[in-house]
């Protein structure tokens, strides 16, 4: 199924420890999964787990409202194309 017609959800702080965990259990039940996060690494590296593309991970600190409006206009402009995320 394309990506834009999953059920979606996005999950802060989703790179490591518990959000890690959840966002592999949503992206396991088919869920399209944003991960918004500060850490690129782990971030990147949950992206590229085999999720059949599922997971998007965008960097992002949600102490920033610029950081957060970027990474919601790189995901709405074209969401079913990949954009510069890291």
Do not use: W
Request: glycine share 8%.
């Amino acid at each position: 199924m394309r990506r834009d017609l999953l059920p979606s959800v996005i999950i802060t702080g989703g790179a490591t420890g518990i959000g890690a965990a959840t966002v592999r259990k949503f992206a396991s039940e088919g869920y399209s999964v944003a991960v918004l996060d500060i850490n690129s690494e782990s971030g990147a590296a949950l992206a590229a787990e085999s999720h059949r593309g599922a997971v998007q991970f965008f960097l992002t600190d949600v102490r920033d409202r610029s950081s957060i409006e970027t990474s919601r206009l790189c995901n709405s402009s074209a969401p079913h194309l990949p954009c510069s995320k890291t």
